[in-house]
């Protein structure tokens, strides 16, 4: 009888020592990954994302900055443009200094990257104006106006965008 006796308390015993170190092993596991996961910002430990003031503070930040670099810029020509104006049967000279105004240095650069294109538009829009019609300032308001629309419908159709926002005459003469 105490041979039998023995064994269940064996048993016991055996099952008690194997469930704890099972438990200290999971234990043990568990506290190994939750060190190397908050060492390595893995989950559950990764850092938080931007908070919604940071998100919108972020916001404001980037449209400042565009809204400061929207300033008003002018592009000149080299040289001025002369025409001869026809009045009837007599012809006159026309000579005018163009400025284009444009806003922001994209739009500056792609101005002048193409100013060519742009002095031909001015002078195809010029050769077909007539002395009597720019005499007076409302004739030059309106070949201002026709120049200005000239330029953008140009400029739309190369750049997709229009890119100049005013014309403006710094010297005009006529003889």
Same mark, same amino acid.
Request: proline letters at 5%.
């Given at each position: 009888?105490?041979?039998?006796?023995?064994?269940?308390?064996?048993?016991?015993?055996?099952?008690?020592?194997?469930?704890?170190?099972?438990?200290?092993?999971?234990?043990? @596991? @568990?506290?190994?990954?939750?060190?190397?996961?908050?060492?390595?910002?893995?989950?559950?430990?990764? !850092?938080?994302? !931007?908070?919604?003031?940071?998100?919108?503070?972020?916001?404001?930040?980037?449209?400042?900055?565009?809204?400061?670099?929207?300033?008003?810029?002018?592009?000149?020509?080299?040289?001025?443009?002369?025409?001869?104006?026809?009045? @009837?049967?007599?012809?006159?000279?026309?000579?005018?200094?163009?400025?284009?105004?444009?806003?922001? !240095?994209?739009?500056?650069?792609?101005?002048?990257?193409?100013?060519?294109?742009?002095?031909?538009?001015?002078?195809?829009?010029?050769?077909?104006?007539?002395?009597?019609?720019?005499?007076?300032?409302? @004739?030059?308001?309106?070949?201002?106006?026709?120049?200005?629309?000239?330029?953008?419908?140009?400029?739309?159709?190369?750049?997709?965008?229009?890119?100049?926002?005013?014309?403006?005459?710094?010297?005009?003469?006529?003889?």
């Amino acid at each position: 009888m105490s041979d039998e006796a023995v064994k269940p308390v064996k048993k016991r015993s055996l099952f008690k020592w194997l469930l704890i170190i099972v438990v200290v092993l999971i234990v043990l @596991g @568990g506290g190994t990954y939750t060190g190397i996961a908050y060492l390595k910002h893995l989950p559950p430990f990764e !850092p938080a994302g !931007p908070t919604p003031e940071e998100i919108a503070a972020q916001r404001v930040a980037q449209e400042q900055a565009m809204q400061g670099d929207l300033s008003d810029r002018y592009v000149t020509f080299d040289q001025a443009f002369t025409f001869n104006v026809q009045d @009837g049967e007599r012809s006159h000279m026309m000579q005018m200094e163009v400025a284009l105004m444009v806003i922001g !240095p994209q739009n500056e650069e792609l101005a002048k990257q193409h100013r060519s294109l742009i002095q031909a538009v001015i002078s195809e829009v010029t050769a077909r104006q007539n002395y009597s019609a720019l005499v007076n300032q409302s @004739g030059r308001q309106r070949l201002k106006r026709l120049l200005l629309e000239a330029i953008r419908s140009k400029m739309s159709g190369v750049v997709q965008k229009p890119v100049v926002e005013q014309v403006l005459f710094t010297n005009f003469v006529m003889q």
